[in-house]
């Protein structure tokens, strides 16, 4: 009986003059307030299609967007706070000891690298998630204003594959360049190796890093194209010095001031700043049948290590010098006339003056080695015309 009188009431319920058939299952309430006042089914409908409808749509997108505006806000506020904490950090120094300096050192010129590093990534981080949150609020938006999202997704899955095979190379340099900054292999005023190319890095995109060499060219190198990179700023630089001193000197006596001169610039307070660590001369690195080639090595603050290179080699020269040690170099080969030649010397101008008859050279007196050839062709001649018809 019951079953039989819910069947019967239901097709009634969803007549056109009641209230669940002019505002349907789910009645709004703007719908049941005409239904209620008027009880006209098309005043209802009215309602329902005309002002309920679009008003209900217009609260949920504003409430997506509102959504959307707030996760955002509070994403973007972790990674702000996140990347300061990150920008701010700085390395541990050791308390004591040789690599107190050069931790120092490191702490100081990592500083300004870490917060570049850390506010790039932290920008990237922040587009990033605006894109993925506004992208998701733009497709809630589109399917509640009934747009069929599924040719939208598929159009986009198509796309997305063929810029993946199309821009490979653009892909792979927008990775390289996220992992670069991530990884800290490189930044702005470091100066770097890739491969033929050596200088001052001035600018870096996550597509091409730009660099400026020694001559003034400009390199725009694709960060996907880098696979192996030198950088010469990072952390600390060393000096090396390689000074001759002549073969028979003693070596013992050699290092002894090369590492006085060494100290002594050590102990200066501007050069001091820039040497991290005390100097050390390594000893005999090449040798030769004329000279002995000494080491002196000592660790800069970063791309400082040619001045040190250029005082420290200018305090050892002077330290040898006082020390009456004669400067090494290389062979000298002096080529010189034989004693005998005349032709070096120049024609005599008494070679040309005929002797008086009856004089005979002087027996120790120098001859010129074609002066009996010519005699006898002179002779020769003389016989010659004599005995041809006139």
Not at 42 to 49: D, I, K, L, S, W
Not at 93 to 102: D, E, I, K, L, M
Not at 220 to 227: A, C, E, L, Q, W
Not at 228 to 257: C, F, K
Request: hydrophobic residues 45%; proline residues 6%.
């Amino acid at each position: 009986m019951f079953h039989a009188t819910s069947l019967v009431l239901e097709p009634l319920a969803q007549a056109p003059g009641t209230l669940t058939g002019s505002c349907g299952d789910s009645p709004g309430i703007a719908c049941r307030l005409a239904w209620g006042l008027t009880h006209n089914p098309h005043t209802a409908e009215f309602v329902r299609a005309y002002l309920a409808s679009p008003v209900t749509r217009g609260v949920r997108i504003a409430f997506v967007i509102a959504l959307a505006v707030f996760v955002r806000f509070i994403a973007h506020r972790v990674i702000n706070r996140i990347t300061e904490r990150a920008a701010a950090s700085t390395l541990p120094a050791a308390a004591h000891g040789r690599s107190q300096r050069a931790a120092a050192a490191v702490q100081s010129t990592g500083n300004e690298r870490r917060e570049q590093r850390a506010r790039a990534l932290g920008s990237i981080l922040l587009s990033a998630v605006s894109i993925v949150v506004f992208g998701l609020a733009t497709l809630t938006i589109l399917g509640d204003l009934g747009v069929n999202l599924t040719p939208l997704l598929l159009s986009t899955t198509v796309l997305g594959v063929a810029l993946g095979f199309g821009a490979q190379n653009m892909v792979r340099d927008y990775l390289s360049g996220i992992l670069t900054l991530t990884e800290d292999h490189y930044g702005v005023g470091d100066t770097i190796n890739v491969k033929d190319v050596s200088g001052t890095v001035e600018a870096m995109t996550l597509l091409t890093t730009r660099l400026r060499d020694v001559n003034g060219v400009v390199w725009h190198v694709r960060n996907g194209t880098i696979d192996t990179v030198g950088n010469e700023s990072q952390g600390w630089s060393r000096a090396i010095i390689d000074y001759p001193v002549p073969y028979g000197e003693d070596l013992a006596h050699m290092r002894l001031l090369m590492q006085q001169a060494a100290d002594s610039l050590y102990r200066e307070r501007g050069w001091c700043e820039l040497m991290l660590e005390e100097p050390e001369v390594w000893g005999a690195q090449e040798l030769s049948s004329r000279e002995v080639t000494m080491r002196v090595v000592v660790k800069t603050a970063p791309m400082r290590q040619w001045e040190v290179a250029r005082e420290l080699r200018a305090r050892v020269k002077a330290a040898l010098d006082a020390a009456g040690v004669a400067p090494a170099g290389p062979d000298t080969i002096v080529i010189t006339a034989p004693p005998g030649d005349g032709s070096a010397a120049g024609p005599d101008p008494a070679a040309g003056q005929a002797s008086p008859a009856g004089v005979e050279p002087a027996p120790g007196a120098d001859t010129p080695p074609d002066a009996g050839r010519s005699a006898g062709t002179a002779g020769a001649l003389e016989d010659e015309a004599a005995g041809s018809p006139s």
